[in-house]
């Protein structure tokens, strides 16, 4: 039985001035530091956290660098209305458009892998769990062969004929126009099963389920281990990841526009988005390619041919902000926002918060301040700025424009 979640995370205000709200902050009595450099605020304080109300289920798929939940819902809950229209033109799995559509806002998204829209749409309006049920009863995955092979590093051979079945099944649903909200769904799940490192996927041991790592890689992993990929099946994994998913409550009338194509020009109007909430490339470190072949290969997308951002140079990956923010400033309405997340890089050598800034200069964009989540407050409240170690980041840095 589904549960009614809060859609909302934070039972905060619509609020007109967010720099006072972020100074006023207040978290297990811990009060807001604010730091000015070159002019600008930053805001540092604990403003969401793993303990606080648990996300919907129905964003629970992985997808490599994503953010929580919590992150565009502390900004749509303080900075938007319903019915607003809330844009992401890096949405990856599409936490911020789902969560506008939580929220009651209309969700906009964009991505340059149209592997994003296969994972976003379906859990939009997604069908009922017995929708979800008698199509998997309905489709028979017996009895078929093997065709490449080469997965069976991954795969048990006849869990692998299972995966090229249900391949299949959608290719022709596809192209005779059958392919409906159900089939979305089921492949939606189907792409997050392929590999993993529980008896919850269709695979042997593998990395975690956002990173697919290559067939030789999967074969040194088999031999270190001494593995052989066991027998799972492809449907009742399908069926209990759906339940788990639908496990609260998705209104049935979100609004959505998903697009595929490049931040730095996507289809959207002029002054239509009232809030950006994003998340870019950190220049190199996320092979968002490599990560994905798998996925890109079950839903029949050429992965080599998707041009994804990857700037090795500070100096590349500020002009690339530039015109991902140009073309933000041409979307959002007067007076809307764009929060901007980035983290430290290079062993906090690059900050990229510092970047994302410079590359605004000339655009009609007014930085409010940077928000710097820092986990675990109270403890490292006195270490500011020393706190990354390895690739990726363990603060959230987000720097927020309001549009001029
Ligand atoms: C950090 S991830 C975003 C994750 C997202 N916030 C989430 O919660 O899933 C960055 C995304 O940017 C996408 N991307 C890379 N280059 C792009 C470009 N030029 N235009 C649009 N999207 C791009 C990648 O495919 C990836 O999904």
Redesign the pocket.
Known sequence: MATLAQPSLFDAPYIHDLASELEAFSFNGDRTVVEHRNGVAYFFNEFWTARQRQAHSIHEIS?????KPQLPDFFIQRLTKPGDIIY?????????PIQAVLTGRVGTG????P??ILLTRPRINPPSLSAIKDRLDMLDLRFGKVQHEELEVFFHPETLAEIEMLRSYFFRREASGKFDHVDDWIRMVAINRLTGHSSGFFSVYSLPPNQAVSVEGQRRINEKRGQVPPRRSVKDIIFKKSRTLLRDRVPQSGKAILLT????NCGLGDATVDLVV?????LDI?Q?AAD?WLRCWFAGIEAAE?????HKKVEDWTS?THR?LADLARVTRRGGHIAY?VGEVRNGKVELDSLVLEAAVGLPLDPIGVLVNVQEFTKTANCWGVSNNSKGTNTNRIVIFSRR
């Open positions: 997808y490599r660098a994503c953010f992401d033109p890096f949405m990856g799995r599409g936490t911020t964009n991505d340059i892998n592997l994003s194509g490049d931040a730095t994003t998340s870019p490339p950190f996320v968002y994905n998707v041009d994804i951002a990857m690339f991902v997340e």
